[in-house]
């Protein structure tokens, strides 16, 4: 399955990738575009031509789309199994579904081979980079850890702070979370490509004295993140404020504890006040938007005017379980559909972005992924979009780059998974033998 490729090449095709600016939603493609990867798997160039200093290098020629990995800013890797549990609302489905499950990632057997099959399944689907959602256990963080030794996967994760709202399983009071976030913190600062993030489930899961300690860790370790949800549905919100009667909206719980600031990734985020959106940019936090999760929970339709007004950074999550795919085409068109249900039409160029690029400045690495350009980490995906007839045939008449990406998230073969193979760091981690021409 992993090819430790560790020679310098050149890939040729057709290319695509955001560049550094969503407002105007900026891009390069070529036709015939190259780029080049050093022995290290980063990326040296981009453009039409090698450079003739790279011309000794071995040129992989592919019939397939070269575009950047994509960045899952929000999902939950112990939720694979409740994925498309039936008919029920955020806070019933977490206590019928989600908790339950949650609660077998304290045995580390069961914790490695679902993280094995979950890192497996998401470099499957083109994602090179994500923040992910663990549990209260420990082993279940570490398994993720271990797992991505055979994956090499960009990761952000953390230990899931719960002490209250969960079964007693799934609750740590504050001085083990504090042990158990420590040690694990620790622990991360060795390993290659992954980020710490501080992880409050929600304001619901967690005591004042958590929180108040999140935010002190926060701010006393500028290497942290800090990943939670916000404003997912009317039930949440009503109950947070019921818990913390003394502040005004939901984000100031957060921001009340020192969580509110430019290393803070919301998900959600559906049902903000005005004043919220004004902290929110203010602040410059990031917003994980979940489509899928949304309509299929039936949380509420995100505003995307309302942050890109703001010019408030949006990243895009499955959100998977409470999202039903962890296919980033999928998503794309789900955040697609939800704007038009809101009267809002979302360019595909602004999708693109979202899901990779701003799931990078979500996870602070913008300067590392997120995008083909020179410096960065060579996590790379092929689409193909030549093998089922519908889709190669829109391809071939779409008369613009918006136009082709558009016909990629919503003409969608069968199988639901155009990528091919997945790059990381210039490694070839995952391909589909048959079609990848690899
Ligand atoms: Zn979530």
């Not at 890192?119 to 993720?144: C, N, Q, R």
Request: contains cysteine; negative net charge.
């Amino acid at each position: 399955m992993v090819s430790e490729q560790k020679e310098p090449f050149v890939i040729r095709g057709k290319l695509f990738t955001s560049l550094d600016d969503g407002e105007n939603n900026e891009y390069l493609y070529d036709d015939n575009g190259v780029m080049v990867v050093n022995n290290e798997g980063r990326i040296l160039f981009v453009g039409s031509t090698v450079p003739d200093e790279y011309s000794h290098y071995k040129v992989v020629n592919t019939q397939h789309l070269i575009i950047p990995g994509f960045v899952d800013a929000h999902v939950h890797y112990p939720q694979l199994p409740v994925i498309a549990s039936y008919g029920a609302s955020l806070l019933e489905w977490l206590d019928k579904y989600t908790f339950p499950e949650e609660v077998r990632y304290g045995d580390r057997s069961y914790a490695v081979a679902r993280a094995a099959k979950f890192l497996a399944l998401i470099l499957e689907k083109g994602v090179t980079s994500a923040a992910v959602f663990s549990t209260i256990h420990d082993v279940a963080l570490e398994a993720l850890q271990v797992s991505n030794r055979d994956f090499g996967l960009n990761l952000v994760s953390g230990i899931t702070g719960m002490d209250r709202g969960a079964p007693d399983q799934l609750l740590a009071d504050l001085p083990a979370f504090k042990e158990i976030n420590q040690k694990a913190i620790e622990r991360s600062r060795d390993i290659e490509r992954f980020s710490y993030a501080i992880t409050p489930r929600f304001a619901l899961s967690c005591s004042e004295k958590m929180l108040d300690y999140c935010g002190q860790l926060l701010e006393s370790d500028q290497s942290l993140l800090m990943q939670t949800h916000i404003n997912e549905t009317e039930d949440e919100i009503l109950a947070t404020a019921a818990l913390f009667p003394k502040v005004s909206d939901y984000l100031d719980v957060y921001a009340s504890f020192g969580l509110l600031g430019n290393r803070s990734l919301f998900a959600h985020g559906i049902h903000n006040t005005k004043l919220e959106y004004e902290k929110w940019a203010a602040a410059g936090a990031s917003v994980i938007h979940c489509p899928t999760s949304n309509t299929f929970l039936g949380s509420g339709l995100f505003d995307a005017n309302g942050y890109i007004s703001k010019e408030i950074n949006v990243s895009l999550g499955s959100d998977v379980g409470g999202g039903f795919s962890l296919n980033p085409f999928v998503t794309m068109a789900e955040a697609y559909k939800v704007a038009k249900l809101r009267g809002q039409v979302l360019c595909p160029l602004r999708l693109m972005y979202w899901h990779t690029l701003g799931g990078a400045k979500a996870i602070h690495q913008e300067e590392s992924v997120g995008s083909l350009a020179p410096g960065k980490y060579a996590d790379f995906c092929l689409v193909d979009i030549t093998s089922d007839d519908v889709g190669s045939e829109i391809w071939e008449r779409a008369a613009t780059v918006q136009d082709k990406l558009f016909s990629l998230m919503f003409a969608m073969p069968d199988s639901k998974n155009r990528i091919v193979a997945t790059f990381t760091a210039g490694i070839l981690r995952w391909h589909d033998k048959i079609q990848s021409g690899l």
